[in-house]
């Protein structure tokens, strides 16, 4: 099959009819009519010759041939990147896209500073577009496997095959409660790993227990895939859960939350560069990590004292990530 300029957009459309499990969720992703992603669908298994999902009154699904269709389809697209990264490369000019996947809430940790390395590779590169998935951590370990993204973000995991995990920081977590918990006005005499294990914690599997580590007896009651929704439980007043300390910090001030360390100990959450382990990463993704090493030993240097704090430091040769 020659594929033409029309295909790959189809293709294109395809692929987030699969990413957002429906018509829907490409529709607004994509900013097209439900007639447009019909008509790309349509024209796709017509040029195929067979069909690619399924969808009625009992929702959507790929077929078979589908979901070959766009296992087939990331390696396309990855291929795709890396001609155009090589092309550029020709003429001294970085092009392309760089798809960078995250976890909720980063944007207000000012030690992990993505919006100001968006910001230096844009302005090095303008011709480069930066793409961000915001997902739970497992789903964005499955996206970097699979080609869906470029690099992640993502708490402590397991090691896999084919994906390497540099250290970045440590995110350091407190234990909160709500305005309406029975803790909340309760005096620092009476918080102690035992009474507070008697009242219900929400947790996030993913971060394996970490987060009842110093509260022995302690049960979950809920758990949650983001941040987000675990800072909803807390508020609601009917159960405690950690939180990055950046993030809870705003209700805080509000008087909406209290924090029940250092009487309960903080956790660190500690954070990885997730990339493939490729024999060449494309130019792209080397200037993303650079910039992203430089600021983040910026702000390391800052805490530690050893810079003003509206001060940048010069910057010379960059590390390498490994």
């Not at 964005?140 to 496997?145: A, D, K, M, Q």
């Not at 350091?172 to 309760?186: E, M």
Request: hydrophobic residues 40%.
């Amino acid at each position: 099959m020659h594929l033409s300029n029309s295909d790959l957009t189809s293709l294109a459309v395809f692929r987030s009819v699969v990413e957002h499990r429906g018509f829907l969720g490409a529709q607004v992703a994509l900013g097209l009519s439900q007639s447009a992603v019909s008509f790309h669908i349509k024209g796709l298994e017509q040029r195929l010759g067979f069909q690619l999902c399924r969808r009625g009154r009992s929702g959507f699904g790929l077929t078979d041939r589908g979901a070959i269709v766009y296992d087939q389809s990331k390696l396309l697209f990855l291929g795709l990147g890396t001609f155009e990264d090589a092309v550029g490369g020709l003429r001294n000019r970085l092009v392309g896209t760089l798809r960078l996947g995250l976890v909720d809430n980063t944007v207000t940790d000012p030690d992990m500073p993505i919006h100001r390395v968006i910001s230096a590779v844009s302005r090095k590169a303008p011709d480069v577009t930066i793409n961000i998935e915001i997902k739970p951590p497992e789903l964005l370990i499955s996206e970097l496997g699979n080609g869906g993204i470029d690099v992640a973000i993502v708490p402590e995991t397991q090691t896999y095959r084919g994906l390497r995990f540099s250290p970045l920081r440590e995110e350091p977590q407190s234990l909160y409660c709500g305005a309406s918990h029975p803790l909340f006005r309760a005096s620092p005499a009476r918080i102690d790993p035992k009474s507070v294990g008697q009242h219900p914690f929400a947790i996030r599997p993913y971060a394996k227990g970490l987060e009842l580590q110093h509260v022995p007896g302690a049960i979950a009651k809920a758990a949650v895939s983001s941040m987000e929704a675990q800072a909803m439980l807390v508020l609601s007043g009917l159960y405690l859960g950690y939180l990055p300390e950046h993030y809870a910090e705003a209700w805080v001030r509000r008087g909406e939350m209290r924090s029940l360390s250092p009487k309960i100990p903080r956790i660190f959450s500690k954070f990885f560069l997730a990339t493939r382990t490729e024999k060449r990463s494309s130019s792209i993704l080397d200037l993303f990590v650079q910039e992203l090493i430089s600021l983040g030993s910026e702000s390391s240097h800052r805490q530690k004292g050893l810079l003003p704090k509206q001060s940048r430091p010069h910057r010379g040769r960059r590390p390498n990530a490994s």
